[in-house]
């Protein structure tokens, strides 16, 4: 029960007033104390969540916080002193994060002083990124540029060379033929590579259109067999074709079947022998028409059937293959878009 306010003494209000302060700031201090806690849960949260590696050293290079990323990717532990190889790694790369190799991967590291500067005792907090990934796929586009300029560079040089000697009033009239059509043939191959990295830039773009009709896929794949029984006969090769007797109607792009089904066909015959086998099948299962296209061709190791799909991972112009290797990423690409999927096996 509190005094009526006539019968409080100076003294009683003096420490009225200082027991509310003392409650007052108390419950101050609680509401920072569990605004630091949350934030303290936020920062760990998000630390442990981080793809990137994160740890703290002090001045002495040991250890004193590592979210997981770090303790999975670098192996270190908090008390653990910094590897010596790691700190030459990041002293060597300094606040650039360049790219150097650590236990077989590529890690981009940044550093920054926890401090001022003039603090003898000041720790550094280390930022690593695993950049392994995003190196090979650099590596494979520069492949990829210095592929297709020699695939254009070739068949130009070739041209410019038969051009001149057609210039030649002396050149034989046989010859002049035979020039025309390698000039013709060269001509080809570049409407090719160019009609393939439009394809490639329209479909990831979300340009390349292809309107839906209720089709028959078997006319479909008979019109793509048609296209490539040429190259097949020139090979001496035979084209197997095994389809159902009744109709398969499917709402699809007949002609984003059709490029596809001639990608894998003209595959099977540039890489199986003279004299062998190709063979496309199709068939109807649980609402789904499953088209299947084999060759008895060279094979493939698992390496190359990880990256069939994947841009840039062309084949080098010594192999002696014509084309840019996008035929399988196009096909992809367009069976994405049509809510078809594609499997390989060798």
């Given at each position: 029960v509190l005094?009526?306010?006539?019968?409080i003494t100076p003294r009683q209000r003096h420490m009225t007033a200082f027991l509310a302060r003392s409650l007052g700031s108390s419950l101050e201090g609680r509401r920072l104390l569990a605004d630091l806690r949350r934030e303290r849960d936020l920062t760990l949260n998000v630390?442990?969540?981080?793809?990137?590696?994160?740890?703290?050293?002090?001045?002495?290079?040991?250890?004193?916080?590592?979210?997981p990323a770090a303790e999975e990717l670098i192996e270190v532990r908090p008390g653990q002193r910094l590897p010596d190889q790691l700190r030459a790694i990041v002293a060597a790369a300094g606040h650039g994060g360049e790219p150097a190799p650590w236990k077989g991967r590529h890690l981009a590291i940044r550093q920054a002083l926890l401090g001022d500067a003039q603090d003898a005792g000041a720790g550094v907090i280390y930022v690593a990124r695993d950049v392994t990934t995003d190196l090979a796929a650099q590596q494979r586009q520069s492949d990829f540029v210095?592929?297709?300029?020699?695939?254009?560079?070739?068949?130009?040089?070739?041209?410019?060379?038969?051009?001149?000697?057609?210039?030649?009033?002396?050149?034989?009239?046989?010859?002049?033929?035979?020039?025309?059509?390698?000039?013709?043939?060269?001509?080809?191959r570049?409407?090719?590579?160019?009609r393939a990295l439009l394809d490639l830039s329209r479909l990831e773009a979300g340009h390349y259109e292809m309107p839906l009709d209720l089709i028959d896929v078997r006319d479909v794949v008979?019109?793509?067999?048609?296209?490539?029984?040429?190259?097949?006969?020139?090979?001496?090769?035979?084209?197997?074709?095994?389809?159902?007797?009744?109709?398969i109607l499917a709402q699809t792009s007949a002609d984003g079947l059709q490029q596809v089904l001639i990608n894998l066909l003209s595959n099977a015959v540039k890489f199986t022998d003279p004299g062998g086998e190709i063979g496309i099948a199709c068939a109807v299962a649980a609402g789904h028409c499953r088209i299947r296209v084999w060759d008895r061709g060279i094979g493939m190791t698992p390496?190359?059937?990880?990256?069939?799909?994947?841009?840039?991972?062309?084949?080098?112009?010594?192999?002696?293959?014509?084309?840019?290797?996008l035929g399988l990423v196009i096909?992809?690409?367009?069976?994405?878009?049509?809510?078809?999927?594609?499997?390989?096996?060798?």
């Open positions: 005094p009526s306010e006539q019968g630390l442990n969540n981080l793809n990137e590696g994160v740890f703290v050293a002090d001045q002495a290079g040991t250890i004193t916080l590592a979210n210095a592929f297709v300029a020699h695939e254009l560079r070739t068949p130009l040089t070739t041209m410019r060379t038969l051009t001149s000697l057609l210039a030649n009033q002396d050149t034989p009239a046989v010859k002049r033929a035979e020039y025309l059509g390698v000039i013709a043939s060269q001509i080809e570049q409407t090719k590579l160019v008979r019109e793509a067999v048609a296209v490539c029984q040429p190259l097949a006969l020139a090979k001496e090769q035979e084209i197997q074709v095994s389809l159902p007797s009744s109709e390496q190359e059937q990880q990256m069939l799909f994947v841009k840039y991972a062309s084949h080098s112009p010594q192999d002696g293959r014509e084309g840019i290797g096909s992809k690409l367009i069976l994405d878009q049509l809510g078809a999927g594609i499997q390989v096996h060798s």
